[in-house]
């Protein structure tokens, strides 16, 4: 964790913002943001990107978030029978943030009757995702693999995701298009982006930006909450659901009250530092993006020449017992204690470090925060003996390298806390925070 504070914080940050060029990737995908190399044109992307998912959005956005978590808390009282039968939550959660991207990108909410269509396109996101795994990408460094029968099928599949992407993405661009011209235009990133006079993006550079924000948070989001919940199944992290739960109602006095300010700024410091503890300690993007120098980087007495691939260990970073002292525990508190709580800058890698950092990092925290309170305020979370989750911030899922390690399957009870609770999660429908 030093070595990145240093590199990030210091005159060597723009230097490590670039990214490499992958034949593969620009062959099959074209140039996303999370992709690009650092140009001008990105620098527009990133700060259309940016704007389209910061605070003064959210008001807009948050109604999407507020139905899917009621989707969510719902599923998970009828699917397990009040508590009585144990269910692996991952589908459900990936459920809420597949459906919750799309919504916030171009407005649209998928029914349960489009199924086939919502299974479609995680099956191409996985693929997106598989290509971009850092194991699979050695292709993009060393050309001669591109030959290998292996990654001539994937970049075959990859393409043909890609070509179901686009066309799925031009069919909801144009359900946009068409409400905005009957003036009632949803508020989305892809309205935002069309707005956006100052960034002066053109069609592709909308589709571009819209794309990536539709892949960035379906894995993301869910794996860092499931892994969470593992954690707080077992007999110590139901101590924890009990502190998170009086730490809110010594702030609200009142469930029904916190529940529906679950969107307000954060105001309960213990749930705050419960979605920073998930973040952290289940890295999901484990080696993150590849980062390229644009200059010589001078570190201690060592020179990365200008054009070096960087990766960041991201996951060995969030767990450096130097830097956290126990590295490999979940625990809350760490955050409302000393050094962490008066540290400045970077204190953790969840979402990368430096000038490629996570744009919707932010919106994510903000995103976890809430699904976190309500889940603590209506259930109480308990582990399946027959199927425990595996609690171990390395080995949690398949795969160090994995550009988004998800966690090995595992079901929890989801018990409703009580009469209240139970009103709370039947309210699925009604509208609005
Ligand atoms: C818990 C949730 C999330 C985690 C842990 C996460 C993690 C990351 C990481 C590690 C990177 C690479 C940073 C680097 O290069 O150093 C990244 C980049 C990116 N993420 Fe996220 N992410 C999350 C949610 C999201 C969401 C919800 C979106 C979209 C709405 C998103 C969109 C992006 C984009 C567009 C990039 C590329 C940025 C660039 O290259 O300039 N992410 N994310």
């Given amino acids: 964790m030093a070595i990145a504070r240093d590199l990030v914080a210091g005159s060597n940050s723009a230097a490590l913002s670039s990214r490499p060029h992958e034949p593969i990737m620009s062959q099959t995908f074209g140039l996303g943001i999370g ?11 990133r700060t259309a990107a940016l704007k389209s998912v910061a605070r003064p959005m959210w008001s807009l956005l948050d109604p999407a978030v507020d139905y899917q978590s009621r989707v969510l808390e719902s599923d998970l009282k009828v699917r397990g029978q009040d508590g009585a039968v144990s269910l692996d939550p991952f589908p459900l959660v990936q459920k809420l943030t597949m459906n919750l991207s799309l919504q916030i990108t171009y407005g649209v909410q998928m029914d349960s009757t489009e199924d086939s269509r919502y299974q479609s396109i ?16 050695w292709a993009n460094f060393i050309p001669i693999l591109m030959w290998t029968p292996k990654v001539r099928r994937d970049i075959k599949l990859a393409k043909e995701a890609q070509a179901y992407r686009v066309a799925y993405q031009a069919d909801l661009f144009s359900q946009l298009v068409k409400k905005i011209g009957i003036g009632k235009p949803p508020a989305c990133i892809a309205a935002s982006l069309l707005e956006d006079r100052e960034a002066k993006l053109n069609q592709d550079e909308i589709d571009a930006i ?5 892949q960035g948070g379906v894995e993301t989001i869910a794996g860092s909450l499931v892994g969470g919940l593992g954690s707080l ?3 110590a992290g139901q101590k924890i659901q009990a502190t998170a739960y009086r730490a809110i109602l010594d702030e609200y006095g009142d469930a029904n009250a916190a529940w529906a300010d679950a969107f307000s700024a954060e105001k309960v410091p213990y749930l705050s530092a419960l979605y920073k503890e998930c973040l952290r300690f289940y890295t999901v993007s484990a080696s993150g993006l590849p980062h390229e120098t644009m200059r010589d980087v001078n570190y201690g007495c060592s020179t990365i020449p200008k ?16 830097f956290y002292g126990d590295g490999n525990v979940f625990r809350p508190e760490r955050w409302l204690e000393e050094p962490l709580i008066s ?8 979402y990368g470090p430096g000038p490629r950092i ?11 925060y809430a699904v976190l309170m309500r889940l603590i305020l209506d259930y109480r979370i308990i582990a399946d003996e027959k199927a425990p989750p595996v609690t171990d911030g390395i080995f949690f899922g398949p795969g160090v390298e994995g550009l988004n390690k998800t966690p090995y399957p595992f079901k929890l009870y989801f018990k409703p806390r009580d009469e209240n609770a139970v009103k709370r999660i039947n309210n699925k429908e009604s509208a609005g925070a």
Avoid: W
């Fill in 358 to 368: 996570c744009p919707a990092l932010h919106i994510s925290n903000h995103i976890m």
């Fill in 233 to 235: 199944s077992t007999l």
């Fill in 307 to 322: 054009g070096t691939i960087v990766y960041f260990n991201n996951e060995a970073i969030n767990h450096d017992d130097q």
């Fill in 343 to 350: 540290t400045k800058g970077l204190t953790h890698v969840a």
């Fill in 35 to 45: 992709t690009q190399p650092m140009s001008e044109r990105l620098k527009r992307m």
């Fill in 122 to 137: 995680l099956k191409q996101a996985a693929a997106v995702t598989r290509i971009q795994t850092v194991t699979q990408v």
């Fill in 210 to 214: 819209c794309r990536a924000m539709l």
